[in-house]
């Protein structure tokens, strides 16, 4: 895989996860070229138990937590991360992504993130067709700060039909 590991996080949340969750003919997720790792590697992660978690690297063969990005399957949420510095460039490029995919995208909030210091907490509602929709919530590093950490957490929900009288 080649370009910025910013740009392999929208990759993954666009063309993997919310493309799957809209039903897009050809969409898979995990997408091809991912590493699954163990079990006792996701436990070293925090990662609870019960999921699968891939690794995607930005070049063939790397395995170094900051040349990748980490994709964590639980249940109905998906979880896409990468540690290092291009986590500060990551949500312009990724809400560009999704915006470009996926115009009916609704920022739904912006604040200092609740429990991790250094950490923005930025929340969207994506309408992905008449039957399908997400919340994304995106962790990031806010302006200036030390951490270098790039989250986003994706939960799909199905709308809920309209009764006809």
Known sequence: MTGSISELAAKLIVEGSLDVIAGKPGAQFPMPGGLALSNARRAELGRPPGG???FYAIEPGEVAEQKGVFVDFQDSATTIWFNGPDSKHALAIVEKAIKNAYPKIKQQS???HATEKGTRHRSYDVMLNKERAVVLDVAYPASG???ERFV???AAFA???KKQN
């Open 145 to 147: 700060a030390a951490k």
């Open 52 to 54: 699968g978690t891939v």
């Open 159 to 161: 709308k809920p039909e």
């Open 152 to 154: 986003v957490r994706i």
């Open 110 to 112: 912006d604040k200092p």
